[in-house]
């Protein structure tokens, strides 16, 4: 069984910054994307970024050149380095793993980490 979890969230000051981790456990063939999304009260959630099994990776324009994503193969994790944090950023980050077992490909999805930006 496949087990995501999130750490590393919390308060930053606008302007500060923040890493969030994300692991996944279990029985792992291949990732083949693992990618962090967040979530506000009301909202739908939405995409910040991802990076492929081959390792590419992509942003979404509201994050473009202030946070990075990187990974760790070898561990099945990924991280996302939050620079110049705005309190837009604040939410719930998710991480999704999507696994390829070969007769099928799962997403899988933490629970969350709140990280709060405060002005």
């Known amino acids: 069984q496949v087990q995501v979890m999130e750490s590393g969230g919390g308060l930053v000051q606008a302007g500060g910054s923040l890493r969030l981790t994300c692991v996944a456990s279990g029985g792992i063939p291949s990732i083949t994307l693992m990618a962090w999304h967040r979530q506000v009260p009301g909202k739908q959630r939405e995409s910040v970024a991802g990076?492929?099994?081959?390792?590419?990776?992509y942003y979404s324009d509201a994050v473009k050149g202030r946070f990075t994503i990187s990974r760790d193969k070898a561990k099945n994790t990924v991280y996302l380095q939050m620079n110049g944090a705005k309190p837009e950023d604040s939410g719930v980050y998710y991480c999704?793993?999507?696994?390829?077992?070969?007769?099928?490909?799962?997403?899988?999805w933490g629970q969350g980490t709140q990280v709060t930006v405060s002005s």
């Open positions: 990076i492929t099994g081959g390792g590419r990776t």
């Open positions: 999704q793993v999507n696994v390829d077992h070969d007769v099928a490909v799962q997403d899988y």
